[in-house]
């Protein structure tokens, strides 16, 4: 698995941007340039743990806007099975941020987060700066759901440039090193 320091592997895959047909958009690494990446991957659409998770990110998806970061989610289903998901889920319908279809695995493998076994996504988050340089890095268990609120927490920590101590929040001091 890439980790904190790796370049963020190129890509440019399908991805669902609205709930209508005729809202498939191309979206890559490069489609944000100047912002923060927050791309997190899902196991498969259409199951139980996932949907918690993205729609949390979705609900949260102004807090990381407003920090410069772009939120990116997706899993090696296609563009048409997430619109599916999307028009089915109710807590998934209005979802402010694309849904990336890596359907050749490309970007799955790229990142070294392809399930041996099962063929899908492991539970993976990478928080990337402008630069495309990956400053987190977290994998869980296929069963295990992710803390949306714990990512934002590292991304603000991140952008403070400053040394932070455990359980550091948004507006608290951070470290001096003396």
Known sequence: MLTVGDKLPGFSLQAVVGDKVA???RIGSDSFPGK???????P???TFVCPTEIAEFGRKSRDFAERGAQVLGGSTDSHFVHL????DHPDLRELPFPMLADTKHELARALGILHQ????????TFIVDPAGIIRFAS???LAVGRNVD???RVLDALQTGELT????????????AG
Request: glycine fraction near 6%.
């Open 23 to 25: 809202e498939f958009k």
């Open 36 to 42: 923060w990446l927050v791309l997190f991957l899902w």
């Open 44 to 46: 498969m659409d259409f």
């Open 84 to 87: 599916a998901w999307r028009k």
């Open 117 to 124: 076994e099962d063929g899908v996504c492991l539970r993976a």
């Open 139 to 141: 994998c869980n268990d």
């Open 150 to 152: 714990e990512v934002l």
């Open 165 to 176: 101590a455990c359980g550091w929040r948004r507006g608290q001091a951070t470290l001096k």
